[in-house]
């Protein structure tokens, strides 16, 4: 009995894996330098039509690097009908060079409402934000962004891994929204 219970628990392991989606990733040249969002979006996109099919539509991207744009970046893909139930993070490594996803099935409890990121009508490059940030002697170590509108693009500094400083731009025109908004936190105050 013990040995058919041992097959059966097998059997269905490797039936589960075999029927599970795979996570192919793909390797993008060593030689070449990811360094703006419009170049890993031709990466992400180009997998993702090849991959997850024509089924889904970026919804949203969310990056989170350092000053050499080394990190990874996630382009976020729903399906094309309001409330979609699931979602496939398409992530571009920049530090590796690679690219993969993870399949979320209940990304609409997180990413809800109609897809809308169209990046080909973006203005707004990221080097925007570095260029003032530098000119306004932000200090950084790492920068996070996400888009939350089809023209709202939020990024923010963080030194030591506190938020320090936050500017919304618009995507279509690269100008800036808000004001600065300074961030100390207590530990760095005292």
Known sequence: MKKYM???VLSLSFFLNACSPQKPTEQID????ISTI??????????AKRNLGDKYVLYRIEG???KDFK?????IYTKR???SPDGYFVIVDTVNNEITYDYWPDAHSVYVGNPHIQIENWDFNLETALTEASELG?????????????????????KNGAEIEHIIYNTFTSERITDRQVYIPDYIKN
Do not use: M
């Open 6 to 8: 041992v097959l059966l």
């Open 30 to 33: 060593k030689n070449i330098k």
């Open 38 to 47: 419009r170049q890993a979006y031709a990466y992400a996109d180009n997998y």
């Open 64 to 66: 989170k690097h350092d």
């Open 71 to 75: 990190g990874e970046i996630k382009f």
């Open 81 to 83: 009908v309001k409330h």
């Open 138 to 158: 932000i200090d950084y170590d790492e920068i996070r962004w996400d888009t939350f509108f089809e023209d709202r693009i939020a990024v923010s500094f963080y």
